[in-house]
C-alpha cells in the first residue's frame, strides 16, 4: 500500500503522523518511509537508529522498492497543485492531517477541493486534540457537515510527542505516562486504514 501524507498547513502533524503509521505497518509487513520533504525531518527522526523501519529520501528510495510492501510518504508542507496532482496519483490513499484551529481547517477545506477535483482517495485527520477544550469535537462536526472522509480516530495534543521526536523515538518507545493514549490512537489510524 502506498500512503502520502500531506496538507497545505505547515505543522500540522505531517511527520509525526508518517512516522507512526510506518511504525505500525512495519508490524503488519516492512514498510519503508519516504521522507520526500527538502527539510528532511523523518531523516532526522531515524538518525539515532531507534525506529522501527527504515527512512529513505526519495531519490534513495528508488532501488529499495522491491524490498517492501507499505510505503509511507511524508511530504512537504504547500505542495502546488502540480505536485499535489503528482502525490495523488502515486498513491492508494492521501491522509491530510490537520488541528482543530480554524485556519488548518481553511487549509484543509482547500486541499480537498483541489483532491476531489483529481479524484484521489483521501481522508482527514484531526492532529493536535486539546482533550480539555471542545474544538476537536467541533472541527469534527464542521468536517462531517460537509461530508468530507475524516478518521474516527484522532491523535491527541501530547507534549510526549514533541519529546518522542527529539529522542529520536516513536511515542511507545518515550517513557511518559501518556505515550499510551498516544501510541494507540495512530494504531486506530492504521487499523481504520486496513479494515
Ligand atoms: N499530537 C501532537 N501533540 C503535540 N505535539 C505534536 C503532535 N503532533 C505533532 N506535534 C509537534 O508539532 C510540531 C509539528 O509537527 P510535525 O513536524 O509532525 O508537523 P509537520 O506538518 O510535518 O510540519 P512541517 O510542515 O514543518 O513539515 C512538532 O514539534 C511536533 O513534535
Ligand atoms: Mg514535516
Known amino acids: 500500500m502506498y500512503i502520502a501524507i500531506t496538507a497545505l498547513k505547515g505543522g500540522v502533524g505531517k511527520t509525526t503522523t508518517a512516522i507512526h503509521l510506518a511504525a505500525y505497518f512495519q508490524t503488519?509487513?516492512?514498510?519503508?518511509?519516504?521522507?520526500?520533504?527538502?527539510?528532511?525531518?523523518?531523516?532526522?527522526?531515524?538518525?539515532?537508529?531507534?525506529?522501527?523501519?527504515?527512512?529513505a529520501s526519495q531519490a534513495g528510495a528508488t532501488s529499495l522498492i522491491k524490498k517492501y510492501t507499505h510505503f509511507?510518504?511524508?511530504t512537504k508542507a504547500r505542495p502546488e497543485q502540480e505536485e499535489l496532482k503528482d502525490i495523488a496519483e502515486g498513491s492508494d490513499l492521501l491522509i491530510i492531517p490537520t488541528t482543530p484551529n480554524h485556519l488548518d481547517i481553511d487549509a484543509t477545506l482547500k486541499a480537498v477541493e483541489l483532491l476531489q477535483d483529481l479524484k484521489a482517495n483521501f481522508k482527514?485527520?484531526?492532529?493536535?486534540?486539546?482533550?480539555?477544550?471542545?474544538?476537536?469535537?467541533?472541527a469534527r462536526d464542521f468536517i462531517k457537515e460537509n461530508n468530507l472522509p475524516v478518521f474516527k480516530s484522532e491523535i491527541p495534543l501530547l507534549v510526549a510527542f514533541e519529546r518522542a521526536s527529539q529522542k529520536g523515538v516513536i511515542i511507545k518507545d518515550y517513557?511518559?505516562?501518556?505515550?499510551?493514549?498516544?501510541?494507540?490512537?495512530y494504531q486506530?489510524?492504521?487499523?481504520?486504514?486496513l479494515a
Open 124 to 138: 482527514i485527520l484531526l492532529t493536535k486534540v486539546d482533550g480539555r477544550t471542545k474544538n476537536g469535537r467541533e
Open 72 to 74: 509511507i510518504v511524508d
Open 188 to 193: 486506530g489510524v492504521g487499523k481504520e486504514i
Open 28 to 55: 503488519k509487513a516492512p514498510t519503508l518511509l519516504i521522507d520526500a520533504d527538502r527539510n528532511r525531518s523523518a531523516i532526522i527522526w531515524s538518525r539515532e537508529d531507534k525506529l522501527p523501519f527504515f527512512v
Open 175 to 185: 517513557s511518559d505516562p501518556r505515550s499510551k493514549s498516544g501510541w494507540l490512537s
